[in-house]
């Protein structure tokens, strides 16, 4: 095995070659690999899709041992642990999943020094008897995943993962790793203390994925958005999310009639069928996941083409990791978000249900960091990246507002007809209620308060909701106007409402973007091959039928952009084909030679 090779420089590269198929580190891969082989703890900052797994699966191949992974999800587990063997690794998972017998095979293989990587949950990890157990085996590393999830500030706190903290003080001689895609300062500090890692050392990667398009769009009739972007993707793989259960099944129902292959993925459904979705998404046979951002997928699908998210996340973590889900491959992917005034305060609501009032303090925070990034009118990633402390110093060219900027109007007319109504009805109500007045609404409420008296009941009718809803997030990202998230959300003047309201400023803002498609012209990547598409097609269908035979998902075989390569430089021998990235030598000997006939046939064929 790889583990009992000699220690010498170029060991975790001949291991990233000759079992995962890759000629190159990428990122901080070599220095973290490094630091954990020399026995170092170590805390990973990098983005979905810039390949942290390799950062301790190379090193629990390098080290004699077994590495324990902790990850929160059973679906994720057995997604990881299937791509490995098919590398010809030795990993398997223990969890709730497997049948007594099972669990006591594994066990076994433990103590025989069998087992290269052990996937667990972090509340099965933590029980007394499995602690025991480990401290009798020989522990190359402890990786725990998705490490945000033991912060309070994390997007995903999960109080079984604060228990993790105790595994520097049992293991004192086993190096950890932890590591995450999101984690904005406060969730760092936060991790690191709560696992102990004092005297780990930090690695902190870019969160740029500069393959994805951000675009963000007003909610106007979102059925049909949807279906409109979903006709400019037809037959890509993706996901759309939505706040509940309910909506989720609705969308569903929506596009199965539109004739698209969709299903519902929510806490509401059975394991079974939750099961049976996420396998068939897989495997290509579900074009379209629809499912709750509350509910996590735990996918590690590569050639998701487009991430929809139907209604506003409640924080930038969640945005980034559920768009992060697209384009893991690194080719070409969409992130589209329509945006409503309404979804503030279903959002809203729903953090208000929780009990832990310094959690749901924390919650409303990010909330509020999620409207202010919907609402920018500078670049669109600029804005992602700044949340998590990354400064970049120009516009990104491949996101809505770089690729084609808002139609800017004189709005001093109207943000005066706006702040004014918020100085006649005292700063005492909320947008929906200023935006009815503005319009003449003749609804009860505004009767029996008398606001249809007002000198600015009205004089806003020649506007719709949308595009007055639209003036006031601008105002409130630009600091004319502040919204009182703690108290119901009304809004306020700010000192800056002066100048505007006597007519000393002139403000450009924004008009109202309905569109859901926008003119993109992505930069040239590598990726990028001329290749031949009748070809991929061919080898396409050639892994379906393989993986099927095998029961894995396609792009486990292989992925989409290892195809492109073989259908870009058409590989016929041995030798070419382990060129190809994602060839390693175990998947040579198991699928190279069937590829190199489909491509010969091909060949012969022209």
């Known amino acids: 095995m790889v583990s009992e090779m000699a220690t010498t420089e170029m060991q975790p590269l001949e291991i990233l070659s000759n079992v995962f198929g ?8 070599r220095e973290i690999i490094q630091a954990v082989i020399n026995g170092k703890d170590a805390f990973v900052l990098m983005p979905t899709g810039g390949g942290k797994s390799l950062c301790y699966q190379i090193p629990a191949l390098y080290l004699n041992g077994v590495a324990v992974v902790v990850s929160p999800l059973i679906s994720l587990m057995k997604d990881q642990v299937d791509a490995l063997r098919l590398n010809g690794v030795k990993a398997e998972y223990y969890n709730s999943s497997l049948t007594g017998n099972e669990a006591r095979q594994i066990i076994s293989r433990l103590h025989n020094d069998d087992i290269d990587l052990l996937y667990v949950a972090p509340e099965r990890l933590m029980h007394a008897d499995f602690i025991g157990m480990l401290q009798n085996i020989s522990l190359s590393l402890i990786a725990i995943d998705e490490a945000h999830c ?3 500030w994390g997007h995903d706190f999960r109080p079984e993962y604060v228990q993790l903290g105790s595994l520097r003080c049992v293991f004192p001689a086993v190096p950890v790793v932890a590591l995450t895609a999101t984690a904005d300062l406060q969730t760092r500090k936060d991790i690191i203390e709560r696992l102990c890692l004092f005297d780990a050392t930090t690695f902190i990667s870019s969160f740029d994925r500069p393959n994805i398009h951000y675009a963000v769009v007003d909610k106007h009739k979102p059925k049909e958005q949807l279906l409109n972007f979903l006709s400019e993707h037809h037959g890509g793989s993706g996901i759309v999310y939505a706040l509940s259960r309910k909506r989720v099944d609705e969308i569903t129902k929506m596009l199965v009639d539109a004739k698209i292959n969709a299903a519902s993925y929510h806490a509401g459904l059975s394991d079974k069928v939750r099961s049976q979705v996420q396998n068939k998404f897989l495997n290509d046979d579900i074009q379209v996941v629809v499912a709750t951002v509350a509910f996590g997928m735990g996918i590690d699908k590569p050639n998701v083409r487009f991430v929809f998210h139907y209604d506003l996340p409640k924080n930038i973590e969640s945005y980034y990791q559920e768009t992060g889900r697209a384009g893991r491959d690194g080719l070409p992917a ?8 309404g979804d503030i305060a279903i959002a809203r609501g729903l953090i208000e249900k929780g009990s832990n009032q310094e959690q749901k303090r924390i919650e409303i925070h990010k909330l509020n960091a999620m409207v202010s990034y919907a609402e920018p009118l500078t670049c669109r990633r600029r804005a992602l990246l700044a949340y998590f402390g990354e400064v970049s110093a120009v516009d990104c060219g491949n996101c809505d507002i770089c690729l084609n900027p808002p139609d800017k109007y004189d709005a001093t007319e109207d943000a005066q007809k706006l702040l004014s109504c918020v100085y006649r009805v005292q700063q005492r109500y909320g947008a929906k209620h200023i935006i009815d007045v503005l319009r003449g609404s003749h609804n009860q409420r505004i009767l029996d308060l008398g606001h249809d008296k007002l000198s600015t009941y009205g004089i806003g009718s020649d506007k719709k909701q949308d595009e ?3 003036l006031v997030r601008q105002l409130v990202h630009l600091g004319y106007l502040y919204q009182d998230v703690e108290n119901y959300s009304v ?5 800056m409402s002066r100048k505007v309201l006597t007519g000393k400023e002139i403000l450009f803002l924004a008009r109202l973007r309905v569109k859901t498609s926008v003119k993109k012209e992505l930069k040239k990547r590598a990726l ?6 009748v070809l991929m097609d061919r080898l396409r269908i050639l892994r379906k039928k393989i993986a099927k035979d095998d029961s894995v998902p396609p ?3 292989f992925s989409d952009s290892t195809l492109m390569e073989m259908a870009f430089y058409l590989p016929t021998h041995e030798q070419s084909m382990l060129k190809m ?3 390693g030598k175990h998947k040579m000997d198991k699928y190279g030679s069937r590829f190199i006939e489909e491509i010969l046939a091909y060949c012969d064929i022209d």
């Open 150 to 152: 033991v912060s309070q």
């Open 491 to 495: 809004l306020k003047l700010t000192e």
């Open 555 to 557: 792009y486990v075989v």
């Open 468 to 470: 007055w809803g639209c």
């Open 22 to 29: 890759y000629s190159e580190f990428r990122l901080q891969q």
């Open 581 to 583: 990235n994602g060839v």
């Open 528 to 533: 990028d091959l001329d290749y031949d598409h």
């Open 334 to 341: 969409d992130a589209m978000l329509l945006f409503g005034y």
